[in-house]
C-alpha cells in the first residue's frame, strides 16, 4: 500500500495566519491527491481534488500544490471556521490509504 | 442535490451480525463508484471498500477482505455494508463516499459500538 505521511500532526496558529500543511507519499501518485477538512462530530469535506482544484463552493483562501510524492495544503488567511483536522489521500491506486491527520488549533 | 442518509447508531454484542445502509439520492446512483470508510481514533480513516451498483461489482481493502461484505440494490439506491460476526475491534464510526476518484460526497455516518 501507498503510505501517506502528513505534518505536523498539530499546529497552533492564529486568525489571520498563513497556514501550511505536507502530506508526503510513499511512492508517486502524479497528482491523484485530495485534501479534506473534518470538524468534532461531521463528516469530511473535500476541499481540493487532483492536488490542486478547488472543490466547488470552497473558499478561495484554500489552495493545494505538488504532484509525484510531495503535496501541501495552503491555507493563505486562517479564519475561525478553519479550526478543523485536515486530511490528504491519494487515489492513484485502487487501494486509497489517507494521511494520518493534521490538527489545525489555536 | 446529492445526498448519502445512512442508517442509525447501532449497539452490539460480540457475535452479533449487522447491516449499516447508506441512501443515495440526487444523482444516477448506477453510475457512480460507492465506497466504505472507517475511521477510529487509532487508525484513523480506512478504506473498507468500493462497489459499482450497476453491476454489483465489489472490491475491497485487503484489511477488511473477508471481514465484510458491501452490497448495493440499485431498486431502491441503497449500499450496505454487512458484518456476519462482529468484534470488539468494528467498534468504530463507518462513512459512505460517493467516488468520482475522489470521495466528493460524504454520508453523515454510522457509528457502530461492539461491547458485551
Known amino acids: 500500500d501507498i503510505q501517506m505521511t502528513q505534518s505536523p500532526s498539530t499546529l497552533s496558529a492564529s486568525v489571520g495566519d498563513r497556514v501550511t500543511i505536507t502530506c508526503r507519499a510513499s511512492?508517486?501518485?502524479?497528482?491523484?491527491l485530495a485534501w479534506y477538512q473534518q470538524k468534532p462530530g461531521k463528516a469530511p469535506k473535500v476541499l481540493i481534488y487532483?492536488?490542486?482544484s478547488l472543490e466547488s463552493g470552497v473558499p478561495s483562501r484554500f489552495s493545494g500544490s505538488g504532484s509525484g510524492t510531495e503535496f501541501t495544503l495552503t491555507i493563505s488567511s486562517l479564519q475561525p471556521d478553519d479550526f478543523a483536522t485536515y486530511y490528504c489521500?491519494?487515489?492513484?491506486?485502487?487501494?486509497?490509504?489517507f494521511g494520518q491527520g493534521t490538527k489545525v488549533e489555536i | 442535490e446529492v445526498q448519502l442518509v445512512q442508517s442509525k447508531a447501532e449497539v452490539k454484542k460480540p457475535g452479533e451480525s449487522l447491516k449499516i445502509s447508506c441512501e443515495a439520492s440526487?444523482?444516477?446512483?448506477?453510475?457512480?463508484?460507492i465506497g466504505w470508510v472507517r475511521q477510529t481514533p487509532g487508525k484513523g480513516l480506512e478504506w473498507m471498500g468500493i462497489i459499482f451498483p450497476r453491476d454489483s461489482d465489489a472490491r475491497y481493502s485487503p484489511s477488511f477482505q473477508g471481514q465484510v461484505t458491501i452490497s448495493a440494490d440499485k431498486s431502491i439506491t441503497t449500499a450496505y455494508v454487512h458484518w456476519n460476526s462482529l468484534k470488539a475491534s468494528d467498534t468504530a464510526m463507518y462513512y459512505c463516499?460517493?467516488?468520482?476518484?475522489?470521495?466528493?460526497?460524504w454520508g453523515q455516518g454510522t457509528l457502530v459500538t461492539v461491547s458485551s
Open positions: 463516499v460517493r467516488l468520482n476518484g475522489y470521495c466528493d460526497y
Open positions: 487532483k492536488a490542486s
Open positions: 511512492q508517486t501518485i502524479s497528482t491523484w
Open positions: 440526487g444523482y444516477r446512483f448506477t453510475n457512480s463508484w
Open positions: 489521500q491519494q487515489y492513484d491506486t485502487f487501494t486509497w490509504t
